[in-house]
């Protein structure tokens, strides 16, 4: 009951900042029909040993890049659950820091996994993407691995950058940067030099590759899914412990 | 078993100034309601944070019903509420909602929150609000929210309010202070932290007061009254003559009912002193439609207590 109780205030959230809800669809698709369709024609790629069509190439970054979108939305909002003293109200009324962390990476990898079946679905219907089963599955898990990561930088910046301007300064620095030192739009390996180096500091690079490789090779290696559980989970305990600085001693 | 016991409890927020120093006290609350009074930055709401457990006292215990604050905080938080100075609320959800989901994080069954949610709305007056976001309410109407919540779980059974009715209109304040007072004779604890002394005055029967982090002052009102706020001042409008004022004198010094202050003004020790005054002054032909009388208000007892300690 009281896990569903976060559960039901990050779902009402939600539905109360629909216009966000339907951004987070709508974003994806709009790099999507505007980015990447206007790159379409004038690249190929070769993907280990294969030419596939650019927008498919794409569709794996695209969506990494909404899961990514998911680091500022959470940021917000802890960031306002501190300042309006939610997170103390809600461990004095006997709720538990795992359990608030805990329904805000359910509820937002919740989304994220129907923005991203949605992308997959597009990507099936118009591009010829074909995904086993298996490989569905390994997709979802993924996400929300990734998406836990995410959350968790969300959560650690939303405590511990207390100005609401520097917070919204940081994003707007450090959102191209990621994005377009990670491997979304050009083939892996293709940038130059110090954006390689760059990408390679760069955990949504990770994300990229990682979901690329599963959705459309059926697969990746095992220590790419070692090194991601252990980043998504070191990051979810370091959100821990630094919420349990403004929760009640 | 009291209700509060705090023992040589001390808090201090940078390790050399001490905003508690070695507080005692110990209460069973008899009448229900405890306020808690003391001039800004004398204690008050750090006390609060550390009974409601939020705050780990560095020195000293603290015990509610018992439990010690530190060592069974997870039971304490189930029997206790607070509603706090700040908004405390989510302003983007209705007053519904922000309810709805205190009380499913207190624990209240599904089947009797619905019930309650609708019971503490209707007794806060916020039936017609209660789908409109905090963000569309007034100061009035969100603090109103804020002590529904606090009332939301019967399994709370010390409430601690800072504040009780700040910002609330007279209705507000009404509906609160009658509550206050009804679920006080039902069985519920209530600390305020206040220095509405209207308030204090209508809701509370003891009290104490904190000054720079330490507890001057554990009373009951009436004995504060007598004390600190009950004596009658009375000012003649015109100087007394001098055989008017030794005759006054020496009355008032036979029956030990007060003392006469310059040339016009006349301190008794209460109310009863005052009518004694009356009917003497009525006695000897006096017109007593030539005096103006000013009875010490509670406001009067805070200045005169804080004025002699800083003395």
């Not at chain 1, 205030?9 to 709508?26: D, M, N, T, Y």
């Not at chain 1, 939303?158 to 707007?172: A, C, Q, S, W, Y």
């Not at chain 2, 959800?93 to 503490?120: A, C, H, Q, W």
């Not at chain 2, 055989?243 to 003004?265: A, F, P």
Request: proline share 3%; hydrophobic share 45%; charged share 20%.
């Amino acid at each position: 009951m009281r896990l569903y109780g976060f559960i039901y205030r990050e779902i009402s959230l939600k539905k109360e900042a629909i216009g966000g809800f339907i951004s987070q669809f709508v974003t994806p698709l709009m790099y999507f029909l505007f980015f990447a369709f206007s790159l379409s024609r004038t690249v190929n790629f070769e993907y280990h040993g294969n030419t596939i069509s650019y927008l498919l190439y794409v569709l794996p970054g695209i969506i990494a890049i909404q899961i990514f979108y998911s680091y500022p939305i959470v940021s917000s909002t802890t960031f306002n659950d501190v300042r309006f003293g939610i997170i103390r109200t809600s461990l004095l009324g006997g709720g538990s820091l795992s359990g608030y962390i805990l329904a805000k990476i359910l509820v937002e990898s919740s989304v994220v996994i129907l923005v991203s079946l949605f992308l997959v679905f597009i990507g099936i219907l118009f591009l010829k993407l074909s995904i086993s089963l298996t490989a569905l599955l390994q997709f979802i898990t993924y996400l929300v691995i990734s998406t836990m990561f995410w959350i968790s930088v969300g959560i650690v910046t939303g405590v511990k950058i207390r100005g609401e301007l520097t917070r919204n300064m940081i994003f707007t620095l450090l959102n191209l940067p990621i994005i377009f030192t990670a491997p979304v739009f050009y083939l892996e390996g293709s940038a130059p030099t110090w954006i390689q180096i760059l990408g390679r500091i760069n955990p949504l690079t990770y994300h990229v590759v990682g979901l690329r490789g599963i959705l459309l090779l059926g697969g990746i290696p095992i220590t790419f899914w070692a090194v991601s559980i252990v980043l998504g989970i070191s990051l979810v305990i370091l959100s821990i412990k630094l919420t349990s600085e403004v929760a009640p001693k | 078993m009291p209700v509060l016991e705090i023992s040589n409890l001390s808090f201090s927020y940078d390790g050399k100034n001490y905003a508690l120093n070695g507080i005692n006290l110990s209460t069973d609350i008899p009448s229900g309601i405890l306020s808690i009074l003391g001039p800004n930055g004398a204690g008050k709401t750090t006390l609060v944070n550390i009974l409601t457990t939020t705050f780990r006292p560095q020195k000293g215990t603290a015990k509610i019903f018992g439990l010690d604050v530190v060592k069974d905080k997870k039971k304490i938080r189930g029997m206790i509420s607070l509603c706090a100075q700040d908004l405390e609320l989510d302003v983007l959800l209705s007053v519904r909602t922000n309810l709805k989901f205190y009380g499913m994080i207190r624990g209240i069954p599904k089947n009797e929150l619905e019930k309650r949610l609708d019971d503490i709305i209707d007794m806060f007056g916020l039936t017609e609000h209660q789908h409109k976001r905090v963000l569309e309410l007034s100061g009035g109407l969100r603090r109103r929210t804020q002590l529904a919540r606090a009332f939301l779980d019967p399994r709370s059974r010390l409430i601690f309010i800072d504040e009780p009715t700040l910002g609330l209109d007279p209705i507000g304040k009404k509906i609160t202070w009658d509550l206050i007072r009804e679920m006080s004779k039902e069985g519920y604890y209530f600390i305020l932290t206040t220095n509405d002394m209207a308030e204090v005055e209508s809701l509370s029967d003891e009290i104490v007061f904190i000054h720079k982090g330490k507890i001057i002052l554990h009373t009951t009102l009436r004995e504060f009254k007598h004390v600190y706020a009950g004596k009658v001042m009375v000012t003649f409008k015109k100087e007394l003559s001098p055989q008017l004022i030794e005759m006054l004198s020496n009355y008032l010094k036979r029956n030990n009912l007060g003392k006469i202050i310059g040339k016009d003004t006349v301190e008794l020790e209460d109310k009863s002193a005052f009518y004694e005054l009356l009917l003497f002054l009525r006695d000897i032909g006096f017109d007593i439609t030539q005096i103006v009388v000013k009875e010490e208000t509670l406001l009067d007892g805070f200045i005169k207590l804080i004025g002699g300690i800083e003395k």
